[in-house]
């Protein structure tokens, strides 16, 4: 299996023959702002950062290259920094609307089919094979306070591949924990900037969790991912570095935008 960070929670995945594209969060840099979302339905407890223009970065290529050979989108929720959202509420502008999309619920999946795609699969939590690919919905906490919606973890087993664990955005909790002892991934993605919102708390993992994910599967190797692109993080790439050097996690890959990291069966934990 490989992983290509694009940017943020944005990742192709290449696993068992098929590419699938996580969270297609593809428009231009400084699209929006907090204060330019329809209603400001977020608050950030550091109202400066509610101006900020998000995504802070480019695309590290274009989006042809990025969309070339996709198999399936995967939309683990509608939330504004992981698919583009128009101000009429449809979404995913820049993407081919013929490619089937997989979405957590029938909920997101009106919202697709009303914005155009033609094949939109909700994921179910008994599993479902996508060639010899098996991909099962797992639970997600989206907040510390109040969960800010509905959000998905996804499994990824197949013959000859790695066990995957899209963690997706979601806090460390109990449903975490039991996912990592029901399928004992070898490979987690965690999303990890350590977002917050007034109404929420933190919406996805701190240094804390990431250390917790790493304590409970030692020897899985995580990705991390959803980082230095919006404004309600409280951590950038190179923060969290030093905060998982203080807790002495070390077995993790945070690659920058544009970057793959290719993991080969069985390997890594060695």
């Not at 490989?2 to 068992?16: E, G, P, S, V």
């Not at 480019?58 to 070339?68: A, F, G």
Request: overall charge negative; hydrophobic content about 40%.
């Amino acid at each position: 299996m490989k992983l290509t960070q694009i940017r943020n929670a944005t990742n192709r995945l290449d696993y068992a023959g098929k590419v699938f594209l996580i969270d297609p969060w593809l428009a231009p840099k400084h699209q929006l702002s907090f204060v330019d979302i329809p209603g400001m339905p977020f608050h950030v407890p550091d109202q400066m950062k509610e101006h900020l223009p998000m995504p802070f970065y480019d695309l590290p290529m274009n989006t042809e290259q990025i969309l070339s050979g996709v198999d399936y989108y995967i939309v683990t929720h509608l939330h504004p920094d992981h698919i583009d959202m128009a101000p009429d509420g449809t979404v995913g502008a820049p993407l081919d609307k013929a490619f089937p999309v997989i979405c957590q619920s029938e909920e997101d999946a009106s919202v697709l089919r009303s914005s155009g795609f033609s094949e939109v699969i909700v994921l179910p939590t008994s599993g479902m094979e996508f060639g010899a690919a098996r991909l099962t919905r797992v639970p997600a906490l989206h907040g510390t306070v109040v969960p800010c919606g509905d959000a998905m973890g996804i499994v990824f087993e197949a013959p000859e591949e790695n066990t995957f664990y899209l963690a997706g955005d979601t806090v460390w909790y109990s449903g975490v924990a039991e996912t990592l002892r029901n399928y004992q991934p070898e490979v987690i993605a965690l999303n990890c900037c350590a977002a917050e919102t007034v109404e929420n708390g933190r919406l996805i993992m701190n240094d804390e969790d990431v250390q917790c994910v790493a304590m409970t599967a030692p020897n899985a190797r995580l990705y991390l991912t959803h980082l230095d692109n919006v404004a309600h993080a409280a951590l950038t790439r190179h923060t969290l570095r030093g905060c998982l050097a203080r807790r002495g996690v070390v077995n993790y890959d945070m690659p920058s935008d544009g970057a793959s990291v290719e993991y080969k069966a069985a390997t890594v934990g060695a």
